[in-house]
Structures are given as structure tokens and as C-alpha cells.
Nanobody, 123 residues
Framework: QVQLVESGGGLVQAGGSLRLSCTAS??????????MGWFRQAPGREREFVVA????????DYADSVKGRFTVSRDNAKNTVYLQLNSLNVEDTAVYYC??????????????WGQGTQVTVSS
């Protein structure tokens, strides 16, 4: 069984920053050879892709809406992927989910999902 646990969400004013973390665990789970992604879901909207980071070489792809503001990174020694959120605006308000699986932007590429962490941006 693979578990992904997100943390770091909260309430922040527009223009502020947050750092999300997602730590993976599982007896047979090999974090270092698994691509990771972040998605988000706002109320009344579908879950949408935010960013993916490949397990090999650290290749990344970002949604246009977050390019230049969000930065993903991973620490294989800690089985953790991070998402730095800068210059937040109210449109970034959502539950943020991390996911583990194959690299890409589609939700169906990911086999495991965390429970989500709420990010709320006030104006």
C-alpha cells in the first residue's frame, strides 16, 4: 500500500507564499523511480493539473496558469516532493493533491493520490 501525505496548506493573503510538502511511504514503493504530480481542485470545478516532475533527471512541466509562480522539487532521500507557491492570487484557492505514477498531465497517469491540503488565498 502506498500512502501520500500532503501538508503545508493554509490561509494566505494575495501576493503571499506557501510551501506544500508531500511525503510518500509504502513497503515496496520506490519513490526515486516514480514520477510525481500536483493537481488542484477548486469548489465546483474539476481537478486540474498543476505540475509534474519526472523521476529521472527532474524534468518538469507546469500548467500555464502557474508558470513563473510555482516551483516543484523533490528530495529522494526524504521521499518528499515540494511545491513552492509564490505570488498567490484568489484563483489559486483550491485543495491541492499530490499524486504518484507515470509522468504527464493527465489524471489517469497517476496511480496513487494524497488526501489533499487546502490552500485559501484572501484578497
Amino acid at each position: 500500500q502506498v500512502q501520500l501525505v500532503e501538508s503545508g496548506g493554509g490561509l494566505v493573503q494575495a501576493g503571499g507564499s506557501l510551501r506544500l510538502s508531500c511525503t510518500a511511504s509504502g513497503r515496496t514503493f520506490r519513490f526515486s523511480s516514480t514520477s510525481m504530480g500536483w493537481f488542484r481542485q477548486a469548489p465546483g470545478r474539476e481537478r486540474e493539473f498543476v505540475v509534474a516532475i519526472h523521476w529521472f533527471g527532474g524534468r518538469t512541466d507546469y500548467a500555464d496558469s502557474v508558470k513563473g509562480r510555482f516551483t516543484v522539487s523533490r528530495d529522494n532521500a526524504k521521499n518528499t516532493v515540494y511545491l513552492q507557491l509564490n505570488s498567490l492570487n484568489v484563483e489559486d484557492t483550491a485543495v491541492y493533491y499530490c499524486a504518484a505514477g507515470s509522468y504527464g498531465m493527465r489524471r489517469d497517469l497517476y496511480d496513487y493520490w494524497g488526501q489533499g491540503t487546502q490552500v485559501t488565498v484572501s484578497s
